[in-house]
């Protein structure tokens, strides 16, 4: 009985030690993106549940440019201007910003759902957040700005998140 005993024992604790590392917390990453007329560098970015995540934006093009990720492409007035889904509300959060703008250009249709304004020739923005179980799944980065002409012309992305 005393051997059976020990055997659990060590199988109780191997289970624990095992199910403690799977859980571990993974680093925080930094990931620079550059902006320009009309395109994301890099156009793809792919994170991991568990990351909290900072993006750093800096626009080198001649106007500004904007950051949105999400789903399903809205258009207002015949134009593309967002997404229909957020993945920032989608998961409930409200990224930090550092720079930049989180309100549209005057004059520019309203957008739904998280965005991040980057000025002209070197202006630069930062965003972090936590990346969630519900953010899992294959999203688009894409910029809206001068009502959707940036977005039509090519200005948008990959944006995976790996469980």
């Known amino acids: 009985m005393k051997r059976f005993s020990f055997i659990g024992a060590v199988l109780i604790l191997a289970l624990t030690t095992l ?3 799977s859980q571990k917390t993974l680093e925080p990453v930094t990931i620079p993106i550059e902006m320009v007329e ?3 560098n890099p156009n793809a970015v792919e994170v991991s549940v568990g ?3 900072t993006l750093e934006l800096t626009n080198n093009g ?3 440019h ?3 990720i999400g789903r399903e492409v809205k258009t207002t007035d015949n134009r593309p201007s967002g997404y229909t889904t957020d993945m ?3 998961a409930g959060l409200e990224p930090v910003v550092e720079g930049g703008s989180t309100e549209p250009e005057e004059g520019e249709h309203e957008h739904t759902g998280f965005m991040v ?3 002209a020739n070197g ?3 930062t965003v972090t957040f936590p990346v969630t179980e519900k953010m899992v799944g294959d999203w688009e980065m894409g910029c809206f700005e001068q009502d959707g002409v940036h977005y039509t012309a090519g200005m948008k992305g990959t944006f995976i998140v790996k469980p």
């Open 51 to 53: 990351q909290e995540v």
């Open 38 to 40: 009309y395109s994301f």
């Open 117 to 119: 304004v980057v000025e």
């Open 66 to 68: 904007e950051l949105m």
């Open 123 to 125: 202006g630069k923005a």
């Open 19 to 21: 199910s403690a590392c």
């Open 62 to 64: 001649l106007l500004p």
């Open 88 to 90: 920032f509300e989608t």
